[in-house]
Nanobody, 124 residues
Framework: VQLQASGGGLVKAGGSLRLSCAAS????????MGWFRQAPGKGREFVGS????????TYADSVKGRFAISRDNAKKTFYLQMNSLKPEDSAVYYC??????????????????WGQGTQVTVSS
């Protein structure tokens, strides 16, 4: 399985972006999917996750109410809609997938499959 993230860019504070993460290869092993971000000099931070069926999402407190995750299993793609962006949201955003059940969806170690990252820059 491979993941390809896209949709990053430069946006002004208060603006919106939608990131996409397309899966290819054998997707039968993909379970829950997550978004993480990493700013320069910082560790990889959990942004949110969505379960395999797409009905359950979780979010970091820092993005709750502004970001929304969805998935389209028929298109093998999942999304991160980011609204009301702030300069502190600037980071490289990564999509990731689990391959077995886990309760630790905010832990990067739960995700064995990762996309390559896409840069999001929010100007003030």
């Amino acid at each position: 399985v491979q993941l390809q993230a896209s949709g990053g860019g430069l946006v002004k504070a208060g603006g919106s972006l939608r990131l996409s993460c397309a899966a290819s290869g054998s997707i039968f092993s993909i379970g829950d999917m997550g978004w993480f971000r990493q700013a320069p000099g910082k560790g990889r931070e959990f942004v949110g996750s969505i379960n395999r069926a797409g009905g359950i999402t979780t979010y970091a407190d820092s993005v709750k109410g502004r970001f929304a995750i969805s998935r389209d299993n028929a298109k093998k793609t999942f999304y991160l809609q980011m609204n009301s962006l702030k300069p502190e949201d600037s980071a490289v955003y990564y999509c990731a997938a689990t391959t077995r059940a886990t309760f630790r969806l905010n832990d990067p170690l739960s995700y064995p499959v990762w996309g390559q990252g896409t840069q999001v820059t929010v100007s003030s």
